[in-house]
């Protein structure tokens, strides 16, 4: 199986650094599971592909026609659960690693891309979990301003769309030096403590300060 060490790097970050009991990378649905509001699913869909269609000119969802089809396609690069049941939470991260900077063909289509990410995500959560809080993330070490530009007011728009209809998910950007100081240094900094062998970035950096001098 391929191993991305982004998603590594946000496995790592999900079990030490936000507490989640519970973690899996590359999570789908399972074509055997049958989704919930359906109806209010379609609408939210519909709603979407109408609003930033006249707004932005994006055709987010592509030659996507059908809920069924959409929720076909998704899947969290991360999936993580918190185990407390009073103070439970849900992160669903997704993570590209480009080494020139974020790049979807041009920054129309990453804006589009990742609005219809952060749609589809709070969408199976809701459809399959019947859970209207989480944490839905997008995370780049590395996203350039002419991309930012692009990609920030659609987040605003996704978060207010949803906010509209009474869900409380939190839609969140981490990129650039955000993603340095809020995951990767508190990585690093439990990587002492962290001894599994799956987790192949810090396995990687505790290899390197093998040889520090």
Sequence with gaps: ???EMGESLIYSWLRHVKGCQIVQTNWKISPCWTPLHENELE????????YFKNVYEYDIYGKTSSV????????????????QERNRKIY????AF???GLNYKNPIKTASKITAKYFRTAMCIYGYLDIKEAEIIFASP???NSFLEKIKPCIKDVQEMMNDRGFCFHFDLIANEDFRVNI????????KKA????????RSYQMLQMFEM
């Excluded at 069924?68 to 185990?83: M, N, R």
């Excluded at 669903?92 to 993570?95: F, I, K, P, R």
């Excluded at 001894?195 to 810090?202: G, S």
């Design 1 to 3: 199986m391929k191993v």
């Design 43 to 50: 609408n939210i869909m519909d709603e979407s592909k109408e």
């Design 68 to 83: 069924k089809q959409l929720l076909k396609q998704a899947e969290s690069d991360v999936f993580g659960i918190t185990g």
């Design 92 to 95: 669903a991260v997704d993570v």
């Design 98 to 100: 480009h080494e020139g």
């Design 142 to 144: 590395k996203i350039t």
């Design 184 to 191: 990767l240094e508190p990585v690093l900094g439990v990587s």
């Design 195 to 202: 001894k599994d062998t799956t987790e192949l970035f810090l």
